[in-house]
């Protein structure tokens, strides 16, 4: 059924379209919070706990990042944005920049950004592309031992949140990419798009915990699936 709407196409992708870039996921056997409780590293308790293993755990996968590159999903996406006639958004959950190293610049770091780092004295952010430490000094403030990573943790506030829910409210089709609808407010922008009147589709390895909020579905990996998906749209399929 096409939309009367002018086209404005939401899309959130998720750690799986960075699986195939060496960046590993967080729920499956090699996931990252299989292995390691997410409350001690992926939450404002967990760093005050322990603010030295979580900056380590930071800095492990911000190297990763730093030897990660971008694969054909998010090459195909870049192209998405370049040659979609209407509005774009990308709304990404992962924290690696891959989407824009390869071109994507109509995106949004709901659960920030590995690459940026935050004062907690005096508020700011700057680009962060080496380890972080206890020791670190705020290049803002001159702080030291204030810094931690610009990532949004467990039970702290997504960013980006009105932008995202006014494109959601105006979609006209919406695309979850390589996420498993475990986390929230995320899981829930399929319910947000489809009350909007949006056509919903999930692109995943295998079904997500979402996959029924969904009105179609593609399954594959997210380097075969996306570039033969950006081609059909493209072509106003
Ligand atoms: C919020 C950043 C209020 C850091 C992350 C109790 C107390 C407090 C909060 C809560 C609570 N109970 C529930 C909540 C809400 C909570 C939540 O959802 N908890 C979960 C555990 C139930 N959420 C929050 O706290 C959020 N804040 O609610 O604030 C609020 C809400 C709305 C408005 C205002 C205020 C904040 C959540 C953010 C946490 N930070 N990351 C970091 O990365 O270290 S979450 C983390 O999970 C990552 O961001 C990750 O991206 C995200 C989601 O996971 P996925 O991306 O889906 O990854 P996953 O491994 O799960 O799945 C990968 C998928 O890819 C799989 O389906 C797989 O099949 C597929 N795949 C694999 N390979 C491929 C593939 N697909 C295609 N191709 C392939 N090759």
Redesign the pocket.
Known sequence: MKSSRPPSLVILT????S??SGIP????RH?LWTHVDYRAL?TPEGFAHNPARVLDFYNERRRAMGRAHPNAAHHALARLEADFKGDFLLVT???DDLHEAAGSRKLVHM??ELASALCEACGGRCRWPRDMTVNSVCPACGATGRMRPD????????YH?DLIQARLASATLFVAI???G?????AQFVNDARRAGARTIEL???P?LSSDDFSEALYG??TELVPAFVDRLLAGD
Do not use: D
């Open positions: 998720g750690a799986g379209v699986v195939e996921q967080f729920r499956n996931g992926a959950q992962n924290i659960h920030g990532v949004v943790w467990f039970g702290e506030v997504p949140m390589g996420t498993s475990n986390v929230y407010p995320a995943n390895l295998e997500s990996p997210a």
